[in-house]
């Protein structure tokens, strides 16, 4: 029988096997509350958590791709224009927990449906504070808005509830591909269309984008409601994932202990935190630095669609390789593309579009690596009575991580500017494929005892 500290390592070098994290065996098991068959279920639920994902990062796209022009347009300072655009991040990072506290409880529709209609409700109060110039408005509202990104990341754990181990990152890969449509439509509709609708029912432009963020929010909801039933989770519990021993009364400080005893767990919460410091660091004030050099808002807009086209739409294909290769050789690759892009950007003056086109796919795709393998690696490793409560500590070290180089960012360009942001960013992906690479040379070689005590 395979110990934990050799699924670990099996895990971290995809050598296949079993993990302490796996899912109940899918071949010819029925719901025994529903008599429905698992893989059936686990088919309606990929495709429901495709549709809602699309719809709402479509949703979180569009509000996120105005959020530093707005505030600066308010503020006049650049420093405040980042703070309240890495709102976002900074409401994704406090809801992480009671999200996953509340999915552990109830599951992942009752959770989902709940962090949608927060993030519907921060669109609003977001646009009130643009229509009426007040500063705190926005930054509370983009806040709140940021729950949608949230309910995204949450999204990548619920898929793999029922998922077949050996498919767990292809699994992965295709939900997070979903959101390349809703994503790459979300600025463009939002910069366009939206703006237009805003001006002719005598809203400012800017706030076209938290209509058309509301309006996306209002979907995803519902979708998840009417769409995640039965609900994944339950189900897995009901067929012995974790029902018994599903920990509810663990707490934060738990976790993050679990998180940081087991080296592959360690591992995988560092790739997500770092492929998300640099993407947020970067992408928050390319706004800006295009804006510097008088570049439209549809030009913006098509850039943070391409950086967004690099975060999605390969996500399948990272998924395929990283079940081919491992987990941890893709992460490698996410740090070293991370750095490309970021330097790519840093060396492109504000007037010029093409570098910040290449730059920012680049960031975008050392995210996607980082996120895909990362999770994978995160979810072969943690048991299933722990995963819910760990993946929401661990999702609030990734979102808090992008919420510091948010608010950091836009510190930088005011001491300095976005050239020297963006290069000293792309030295933590540096940093972390060498990181990787040392641990996949050493095979992880001092696993953990075991992913399930504390």
Not at 429 to 446: I, K, Q
């Amino acid at each position: 029988m395979t110990g934990p500290s050799e699924s670990a390592n099996q895990a971290a070098t995809g050598s296949g096997a079993s993990d302490p994290g796996a899912a109940p065996p899918l071949v010819a098991r029925q719901d025994p509350t529903t008599g429905r068959d698992v893989q059936d279920i686990q088919r309606r639920t990929l495709r429901v958590l495709m549709a809602v994902v699309s719809v709402g990062g479509a949703g979180t796209a569009g509000a996120f791709s105005v959020a530093a022009v707005l505030a600066e347009r308010i503020t006049g300072n650049e420093t405040l224009s980042g703070l309240a655009a890495s709102g976002l991040t900074i409401g994704s990072a406090l809801v992480a927990v009671p999200m996953a506290k509340l999915m552990n409880r109830s599951g992942r529709r009752v959770g989902l449906r709940s962090g949608y209609f927060l993030a519907l409700a921060g669109a609003i109060v977001a646009m009130l504070g643009g229509q009426t110039d007040a500063y705190a408005l926005v930054v509370i509202g983009f806040a709140a808005v940021g729950t949608g990104n949230a309910c995204t990341l949450a999204a990548r754990f619920a898929v793999v509830d029922l998922a077949v181990p050996a498919h767990r990152a292809r699994t992965i890969g295709l939900l997070v591909g979903a959101t390349t449509v809703g994503a790459i439509l979300g600025p463009t509709l939002a910069l366009g269309p939206a703006t237009t609708v805003a001006t002719a029912v005598g809203l400012d432009e800017l706030s076209g984008p938290y209509l058309f963020a509301a309006a996306a929010f209002i979907l995803a909801a519902l979708l998840s409601d009417r769409g995640l039933r039965p609900d994944p989770l339950l189900v897995a519990r009901r067929l012995g994932g974790g029902a018994e021993t599903a920990r509810t009364g663990g707490n934060l400080a738990r976790s993050i202990r679990l998180i940081f005893r087991l080296p592959a767990v360690r591992l995988a919460t560092l790739a997500m935190m770092v492929g998300q410091s640099v993407m947020v660091a970067t992408m928050v004030m390319t706004p800006l630095h295009m804006t510097d050099g008088d570049q439209s808002l549809d030009l913006i807009g098509f850039v943070i669609s391409i950086h967004i086209v690099g975060m999605y739409a390969l996500a399948p294909l990272v998924g395929w390789v990283t079940d081919r290769l491992g987990p941890v050789p893709m992460i490698v690759a996410g740090g070293v593309i991370s750095f490309g892009g970021a330097e790519i950007a840093a060396h492109t003056p504000p007037d010029v579009a093409w570098g910040m086109f290449v730059g920012m796919f680049g960031v975008g795709l050392g995210w996607n690596c980082c996120l895909v393998a990362g999770t994978a690696l995160f979810t072969a490793v943690v048991s299933a009575a722990d995963r819910v409560p760990v993946q929401g500590a661990a999702d609030l070290l990734m979102t808090a991580s992008g919420s510091v180089a948010g608010v950091a960012g836009g510190a930088v360009v005011a001491w300095q500017d976005f050239q020297f942001l963006s290069h000293y960013s792309g030295l933590f992906g540096a940093a972390l494929a060498g990181v990787a690479a040392v641990a996949y040379l050493r095979n992880l070689g001092d696993s953990p005892r075991s992913a399930t005590r504390a």
